[in-house]
């Protein structure tokens, strides 16, 4: 079976780390995967087995190249099943999979308005896979999308290392946009509160983006005064190949999944919702929610300053929360049971829609 992935960026966030790890797994599986989209840092990532088609800026960012583009990759490498992720690849891999008779799984990452705008990308996927059962839910076509739609969670290598904990750290990453910057705004200005009463309180930001000069400005703002580094910006960086990591990770969505693999507590936080700190009693509802609190406000300093500050004064009950939490987040979310599951999908279409004339099984 050969099978193609679609994604228009691959350099840092939680979609372009989903596919690196999902193609990276597909070729452990050895299923023939195919991945095309731009060359980016996550590419250095990717096993050798993986068979990269770099992806021009035309095609990335008008419709018809792209439809185009990847009709002539079907044709020419016989693709069974495409895989797309992200807006316009879901919108153009319908299109290219309708002219030459090849099912298309659309995943879904983020909200339906966005991934899924257009009716045809409604109407014209073979199946749809969303990460968040609350994402398909709350959605105004939630009965147009019901029938061909599947939950599969994001999928999460597991490890066997364990890692040092840093005590009195706090970590954050995100790709560095506008929403997210007003995050770690208001996560820096917490912490610059707390450092009162904990002066070896830090925050460790990793990540990518537009805006890294301004929080690299927000953390110079706070560290220089102090006259000793608080707020450290890594920058680009694989969050799990740290060897010190941070106790507590602010976060939500693939981010806190791999916190808990890791052993580390999770405050659930995204640019829209606050949430509460992960444990055994919550963790059920909100790993059936990505890890978001989807009836949370958006958060402010106090609150981030109250949640960081209860979880300081109870750390020791926080750490065996998460060491109670990394088994069954191990059950949940390790990527051989999630992609097998997509495995399993992509084969049921093979049978469900005619066998287009240019392709043949593998």
């Keep these: 079976m050969k099978v193609l992935q679609l994604i228009n960026r691959f350099d840092f966030g939680g979609a372009e780390n989903h596919v690196r790890e999902l193609c990276n797994e597909l070729a452990h599986q050895n299923i023939n995967v195919f991945l095309a989209t731009e060359y980016g840092r996550q590419k250095a990532l990717l096993n050798q087995r993986v068979n990269f088609i770099k992806t021009s800026m035309l095609t990335r960012t008008m419709l018809i190249p792209q439809v185009i583009s990847i009709a002539y990759t079907v044709i020419k490498y016989r693709i069974d099943v495409i895989n797309a992720h992200q807006r316009l690849p879901i919108i153009s891999a319908c299109l290219a999979g309708f002219l030459l008779r090849v099912p298309v799984v659309a995943t879904v990452h983020g909200r339906v308005r966005h991934d899924l705008r257009s009716f045809l990308a409604r109407r014209m996927t073979s199946k749809i896979v ?15 999308l019901y029938g061909k739609s599947l939950i599969i969670p994001n999928g999460i290598p597991l490890s066997n290392r364990n890692p040092k904990i840093a005590p009195l750290s706090i970590g954050y990453i995100s790709r560095i946009d506008t929403q997210h910057t007003s995050v770690i705004e208001r996560l820096t200005l917490a912490v610059e509160s707390l450092k009162n009463d904990y002066p070896d309180i830090t925050l460790t930001i990793y990540g990518d983006g537009k805006k890294l000069s301004k929080v690299v400005e927000m953390a110079n703002e706070i560290n220089n005064p102090i006259g000793s580094p608080t707020i450290y910006v890594k920058g680009y960086s694989n969050f799990m190949d740290e060897e010190l990591l941070p106790e507590l990770i602010v976060g939500a969505g693939r981010v806190a999944i791999e916190a808990i693999l890791q052993g580390i507590s999770v405050l659930s936080v995204t640019p829209k919702r606050m949430g509460d700190i992960i444990t055994p009693t919550n963790y059920r509802w909100h790993a059936e929610n990505n890890f978001i609190n989807i ?47 997509l495995v399993e999908l992509y084969s049921t279409l093979l049978y469900e829609i005619p066998e287009p004339m240019n392709n043949k099984k593998a």
Excluded: M, W
């Design 130 to 144: 969303f990460v968040s059962k609350r994402v398909l839910t709350v959605s105004k076509h939630y009965k147009q």
């Design 295 to 341: 009836n949370g406000e958006p958060s402010t300093i106090n609150v981030l300053y109250s949640k960081i500050k209860d979880h300081i004064k109870n750390r020791q009950y926080y750490r065996n929360c998460s060491a109670e939490l990394q088994n069954s987040a191990a059950g949940d979310f390790g990527i051989t049971k999630t992609t097998t599951h």
